[in-house]
C-alpha cells in the first residue's frame, strides 16, 4: 500500500546540535518528496523538496537525502537552534491513481525539541 | 506574496449550524486543497480542486461540501456536523495541481462541534 512514515517520533537535542530525521516511503513509485514544518497554531511550512532523480539536495542549514535502494528520506539540520523546534512531516506527492493530479501524503511527523 | 489566508482563525459550531470556511490566495495558483488534521496527527487530505474543477474527492461525508468560486477562492461550507469532526482545517495551493508541485499551506482554521 501507500504509505509514508517515520523511524523516530520525537527527537531532542542541544542548542547547536546537528539533527536528522528519517523517514521511510512504501511507495516505489514516487518521484517527489516534501519536508514540511510546522510550528504550534500554524499551517505546515515548506522547507525543502526533492525529486527521485536526485540523491542530495542542500538549502540554508538543511539537507534533504533520498536513498531509493531502501525507501529512505532523511532531514538534515545543521546547527541546530530553539526556533527549530516543531513538528517535521515528510510528504510524498504521487499521481492520483493515474489521473495525473498530485496527491500529496504526509508521513506520522517527528517532534523536534531544541534545548539551550 | 506567497501567503494562503484562511478565516476564520477559530470556530465554534453547534451540530444543527451552517457555516463555511473561507481560503483565498493571490499567488496566481490554479489548484486549491483542503486537509483536515487532528490533534497530535499529519493532515489528511480532502479534496482538490484543479482550475475550479473538484478533481479529487478523498471520499469526505455529504456534511462537508467544497466550493471553488474562482481560481483565487476556495470555500468549505459545513452543516450537520458531529464532534468528531472537530479539528484543524487546512487550505493550501499549487500551481497547478500535479505531481510534482510543492503546497503552501495556510494556517488553518480551528473548528470545535459542540
Not at chain 1, 93 to 107: H, R, V
Not at chain 2, 32 to 42: C, E, I, R, S, T
Request: with cysteine; glycine share 8%.
Amino acid at each position: 500500500g501507500e504509505s509514508v512514515g517515520l523511524h523516530l517520533p520525537t527527537l531532542s537535542v542541544q542548542e547547536g546540535d546537528n539533527s536528522i530525521i528519517n523517514c521511510a516511503y512504501s511507495n516505489s513509485a514516487s518521484d517527489y518528496f516534501i519536508w514540511y514544518k510546522q510550528e504550534s497554531g500554524k499551517g505546515p511550512q515548506f522547507i525543502i523538496d526533492i525529486r527521485s532523480n536526485m540523491d542530495k539536495r542542500q538549502g540554508q542549514r538543511v539537507t534533504v537525502l533520498l536513498n531509493k535502494t531502501v525507501k529512505h528520506l532523511s532531514l538534515q539540520i545543521a546547527a541546530t537552534q530553539p526556533g527549530d523546534s516543531a513538528v517535521y512531516f515528510c510528504a510524498e506527492n504521487i499521481d492520483a491513481g493515474g489521473t495525473s493530479y498530485g496527491k500529496l501524503t504526509f508521513g506520522q511527523g517527528t517532534i523536534l525539541t531544541v534545548h539551550p | 506574496d506567497t501567503e494562503v489566508t484562511q478565516t476564520p482563525k477559530h470556530l465554534v459550531m453547534g451540530m444543527t449550524n451552517k457555516k463555511s470556511l473561507k481560503c483565498e490566495q493571490h499567488m496566481g495558483h490554479r489548484a486549491m486543497y483542503w486537509y483536515k488534521q487532528k490533534a497530535k496527527k499529519p493532515p489528511e487530505l480532502m479534496f482538490v480542486y484543479s482550475y475550479e474543477k473538484l478533481s479529487i474527492n478523498e471520499s469526505v461525508p455529504s456534511r462537508f461540501s467544497p466550493e471553488c468560486p474562482n481560481s483565487s477562492l476556495l470555500n468549505l461550507h459545513l452543516h450537520a456536523l458531529q464532534p468528531e469532526d472537530s479539528a484543524l482545517y487546512l487550505c493550501a495551493s499549487s500551481r497547478q495541481g500535479g505531481t510534482n508541485e510543492k503546497l503552501f499551506f495556510g494556517s488553518g482554521t480551528q473548528l470545535s462541534v459542540l
